[in-house]
Every structure is written in C-alpha cells, then in structure tokens.
C-alpha cells in the first residue's frame, strides 16, 4: 500500500525560508513530485527527484532521501503569491508503464507580512 | 495548444441523475487520469488509463465509469450521484514515462443533492 504524510498547515514570514516535509511508504517507488496548488486551481508541477540530493530551481528547492522515504520542499526569500497549498506526490513502480501519481493531503502555507 | 480541457466547470445534480464529465487534451499524451479532491483528503485517484483501449481502476473507483476511444478524450461517467460524490474533479495527462510531470485541467466542481 501507499502512506504519504505531510504537515496540515505551516506559516512563515515574508522573505524568510520555510521547509515543507514529506515521507513516504509505498510498494516501490519511480520517483517524487510537488505541486503547488492556489485556492479555486489546479495543481502546478514544481519539482521532480527519483535520486537521492537536492534538486535546485530558482527559490525553491526540493531534496530527496529514498533510504529514509524523505523528501522536502524549501522554499527561499517568501513572497505572499507563495501562500497556497504544496503537495506531495509519489509515482509507484508497479513493473509496467504507468504515470500514476498518489498524493498526499497537501500543506496549507499561509505567508504573512 | 489549449493543453487539458475540462467541461463543464460547475454542475450540479440531484440524487440518482447521471452524468458525464468531459476531459479532452491535445497534446498527444498516451496518460490521462481523473481524480477527485475533498478537504482534507488530497487528491485522490479515481481511474486511469495509458493509451486509447486501456483503463484502470485507481483508489477510489466505486461509483465512476470511464472508456478511452480515442488518445484525446477520457470522459468520467456518474451513472447515479450520490451526495457523497460532491466534489472538485480534476482530470490530469502526460507523456509516458517516470520524469513525465501531469498536466492538470482546470477541475469542475460538482454537487450532488
């Protein structure tokens, strides 16, 4: 079966760094994904590891540990556009070819002045 | 290029109608899947399907039916809502492949009364 847990809710300070924790136990694993997700949209595509590291793109950063079933999303210098909800994805290897992609329940984060 | 496109965007039914929620994408992507997303319980996979002829049930499929007779179209069937079937419906696509990121329609949001 498949657990994804991650935080309800976190709240950081404009301009400040916030990190967003994720594990994971699944029957297999092909790689982790997050999302973001602003209230009334649809989830957009932020990040990609199926190795373990950190993977770096502009203010936000995700990092990988597959021995440890960990992952996180950092995010760096908080903008209020940033308060949305994250989520966290993770696509099972079943030995055949399938995109499936189980999620977590997301993390609520609220960004104040 | 009008990526994922879903109809219709609101829709409310009562008790024992049927419907179908439409999902169309252009981009020739041999997955298409549908979830659904309730508070506090993420996203949650419904159905999915990895090319034109071939479906699979995800975690949650009682209740929704679903065909893919062309790449292009994967329509979500209700064929009796159940109030326990309001929620938001996103249908999501990608290219096969481990790294593919899905792309997410714009989601419809149903009431069942």
């Known amino acids: 079966g498949q657990n994804i847990d991650q935080p309800t809710e976190m709240t950081a300070t404009e301009g400040a760094i916030v990190q967003i924790n994720c594990t994971y136990q699944?029957?297999?694993?092909?790689?982790l994904f997050w999302y973001q997700q602003h209230a009334g949209e649809a989830p957009t595509f932020l990040s990609y590891n199926v190795l373990d590291g950190l993977e770096e793109k502009g203010r936000f950063s995700s990092f990988l540990s597959r021995s440890k079933g960990y992952s996180y999303l950092l995010l760096k210098e908080l903008q209020m556009k940033d308060s949305a909800s994250y989520l966290c994805a993770v696509r099972p290897y079943y030995g055949g070819a399938t995109n499936k992609l189980i999620f977590g329940t997301g993390t609520l984060l609220a960004v104040q002045p | 290029n009008a990526g994922v496109t879903q109809t219709p965007k609101f829709q409310v039914l009562k008790t024992g109608q049927s419907m179908t929620l439409q999902c169309a994408q252009d981009?020739?992507?041999?997955?298409m899947s549908w979830y659904r997303q309730d508070p506090g319980m993420g996203l949650r996979l419904i159905h999915y399907s990895v090319g034109a002829g071939i479906t699979d049930q995800g975690e949650v499929p009682n209740g929704y039916n679903v065909s893919r007779s062309t790449t292009e179209d994967f329509p979500l069937r209700l064929l009796s809502a159940a109030p326990s079937q309001t929620s938001v419906y996103f249908c999501?696509?990608?290219?096969?492949?481990?790294?593919?990121?899905?792309?997410f329609g714009s989601g419809t949001q149903l009431s069942v009364l």
């Open positions: 999501a696509s990608s290219t096969l492949g481990a790294g593919e990121k899905l792309l």
């Open positions: 699944t029957s297999g694993f092909n790689g």
């Open positions: 981009m020739n992507h041999e997955y």
